[in-house]
């Protein structure tokens, strides 16, 4: 497997452009089985995440075009079948999202039940009940999510938990059942917000999203369009951050600033100089250390849990104690055991991180176990004495579009290495 060898010791300083948002991209792709015919998608980023949609829906008999900007056009007129086998929803567990598209255009799916992840159990009933609820029948066997419908019907949903891709996979269904529904306790995450947008630019009537209660009048059909994702808010704060770490500066470019309020303010509580532009951010600690914070994860507009992490390496070296309680997910301090590793004095109490910070960690062979872990990791190997040498950076390919080079335009000291010879043990 590759890796990443950093050498610490390096500030940041320089100006990055921002990619496509990974998961406004999951959903509207899924959304694109909506249509009667193709979708063109832009600002797509090139993740692997990205990849193993594009096969998904490429072995449902969808028909995908990319060109070499990264536009994808999507025609969902050749589907053959309504089928998401575990071999590829084990790999992404967003693959999910297909689940209501398919059952509100073709009245049938069989999704594999995505399982439980690194960070958690992450069950999705709640996106089985509110199809259930919207007149599907489902019923759960073999690792399987079958389902039917004729046609489905509005109804009321009032979602026990807000869930990001449960509020995506109910809106999506709604769009084109029999009446109106309304989804109570919604996601407010702005990614839910931009697949409201594409969808109704294909036709549907929705209402309120990016509010916690989203309106969908059922239409009878829905046509292709053309529609840019929005930029990444977490690949935004994930390089705020290492540059924050580094006492350096930078300036990212082609991002959406409204959207990153909390951590900004976190940021700036850190000590950090910040100015906003329409589409950029700048970000200069004049050299000066950061100051521990205290930050709490909650659903959207509030600190978001993907940039957990990342804020538990920035305490990891900072000046004073920081505290960083996480409230979505039940596991999702896997990095935490790895930054002790490179010298971080912090303990877990509960679902709460506690930090002392020190001046700086000391690098060490580390091992990623998810997404935003795996980041947090190459951001404390920036500041480290000596090589860190980060494991298992697949995780890191699903949601960072060429992290190496655009922390190394940056004047970081990393490399992409490649995977240790297999040896066979005589
Ligand atoms: C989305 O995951 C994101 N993924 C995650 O980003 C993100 O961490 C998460 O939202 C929270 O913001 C995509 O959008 C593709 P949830 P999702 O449903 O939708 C519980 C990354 O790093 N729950 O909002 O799966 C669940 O266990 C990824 O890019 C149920 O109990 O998260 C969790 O505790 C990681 N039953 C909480 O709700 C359900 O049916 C929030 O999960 C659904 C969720």
């Not at 590759?2 to 100006?15: K, P, Q, V």
């Not at 084990?90 to 509100?104: D, E, H, N, Q, Y």
């Not at 070296?317 to 990095?335: C, K």
């Given at each position: 497997m590759?890796?990443?060898?950093?050498?610490?010791?390096?500030?940041?300083?320089?100006?990055i452009r921002i990619s496509g948002a990974k998961n406004a991209a999951l959903p509207i792709m899924a959304g694109?089985?909506?249509?009667?015919?193709?979708?063109?998608?832009?600002?797509?980023?090139?993740?692997?995440?990205?990849?193993?949609?594009?096969?998904?829906?490429g072995r449902m008999g969808v028909r995908l075009t990319v060109d070499e900007r990264m536009r994808v056009e999507i025609d969902p007129r050749s589907l053959t079948n309504c089928h998401a086998p575990y071999e590829m929803v084990?790999?992404?567990?967003?693959?999910?999202?297909?689940?209501?598209?398919?059952?509100?255009r073709y009245g049938e799916a069989d999704v594999s039940l995505p399982g439980g992840c690194a960070i958690g159990t992450r069950p999705v009933n709640l996106h089985v009940e509110g199809l259930r609820a919207l007149g599907a029948e489902i019923s759960v066997e073999n690792g399987y999510i079958r389902a039917r419908c004729s046609r489905l019907k509005g109804a009321r949903l009032v979602m026990d938990l807000v869930t990001v891709t449960g509020t995506e996979n109910l809106m999506?269904?709604?769009?084109?059942?029999?009446?109106?529904?309304?989804?109570?306790?919604?996601?407010?995450?702005?990614?839910?917000?931009?697949?409201?947008?594409?969808?109704?630019?294909?036709g549907a009537k929705i209402s309120g999203a990016g509010t916690d209660t989203i309106t969908v009048e059922g239409v009878e059909r829905m046509q292709g369009a053309h529609y840019d994702v929005l930029p990444d808010r977490i690949e935004t704060g994930t390089f705020l951050v290492a540059a924050a770490m580094?006492?350096?500066?930078?300036?990212?470019?082609?991002?959406?600033?409204?959207?990153?309020?909390?951590?900004?303010?976190?940021?700036?509580?850190?000590?950090?100089?910040?100015?906003?532009g329409d589409d950029w951010i700048a970000l200069d600690m004049d050299g000066r250390r950061p100051k521990a914070v205290n930050v709490r994860t909650a659903p959207y507009p509030a600190f978001p849990t993907d940039m957990q992490a990342q804020l538990c390496a920035l305490n990891?070296?900072?000046?004073?104690?920081?505290?960083?309680?996480?409230?979505?997910?039940?596991?999702?301090?896997?990095?935490?055991?790895?930054?002790?590793r490179m010298g971080a004095e912090v303990k877990l109490e509960g679902h709460t991180a506690i930090s002392t910070g020190?001046?700086?960690?000391?690098?060490?062979?580390?091992?990623?176990?998810?997404?935003?872990?795996?980041?947090?990791?190459?951001?404390?190997?920036?500041?480290?004495?000596?090589?860190?040498?980060?494991?298992?950076?697949?995780?890191?390919?699903?949601?960072?579009?060429?992290?190496?080079e655009k922390l190394a335009q940056l004047g970081a000291d990393i490399r992409r290495m490649p995977g240790e010879l297999a040896v066979n043990h005589a």
């Open positions: 590759e890796r990443l060898l950093i050498r610490g010791g390096n500030s940041l300083d320089g100006d694109t089985l909506l249509a009667d015919g193709p979708s063109v998608i832009g600002n797509i980023p090139d993740l692997h995440d990205i990849t193993t949609t594009m096969e998904l829906l084990k790999t992404m567990r967003a693959s999910i999202l297909v689940l209501g598209p398919l059952l509100a999506m269904a709604a769009a084109l059942a029999d009446g109106t529904s309304v989804i109570e306790n919604a996601a407010r995450e702005p990614e839910v917000v931009d697949l409201a947008n594409y969808l109704n630019a294909m580094t006492r350096g500066r930078i300036r990212v470019k082609n991002t959406a600033p409204p959207l990153l309020d909390s951590l900004i303010a976190k940021l700036r509580d850190c000590g950090a100089d910040i100015a906003i990891a070296v900072a000046d004073g104690v920081g505290m960083v309680t996480e409230t979505v997910f039940e596991n999702r301090f896997m990095h935490i055991l790895e930054i002790q020190v001046e700086y960690l000391t690098g060490a062979p580390v091992m990623a176990t998810d997404l935003r872990a795996s980041a947090s990791l190459v951001l404390a190997g920036l500041v480290a004495k000596g090589d860190t040498l980060v494991d298992r950076i697949y995780h890191i390919d699903r949601g960072y579009e060429c992290i190496e």
